[in-house]
């Protein structure tokens, strides 16, 4: 078990509170893609070992969405953002 600080309620809680929704920032394909290529964006991830970029919802709290950028080996977590910050560091 790992906890993480939800950068909207401004509380660090454990994990379970949490639901990971998967990889973050992934490309939606247009209305006119194949469906080979619906098929890819709907069931493959890249699934990298080490750093990875997660959205996160609090489930058991406010229920938003929210990044978190942490190590899926050793669940060092290096930040927390929200979408809206996020989109502006980078």
Known sequence: ???????????LRDEQEYRCAGEAFIQRPGL??????????VFNRTNPKGKVIEQWAHSAG?????????????????????????????
């Open 32 to 41: 006119d893609c194949t469906d080979e290529q619906w098929g890819d964006y």
């Open 62 to 90: 406010c229920r938003k969405l929210f990044v978190v950028e942490r190590n899926n080996v050793t669940n060092e977590i290096y930040a927390v953002r929200t979408f809206e910050s996020y989109k502006e560091q980078a």
């Open 1 to 11: 078990m790992f906890l993480i600080h939800c950068p909207y309620c401004g509380e």
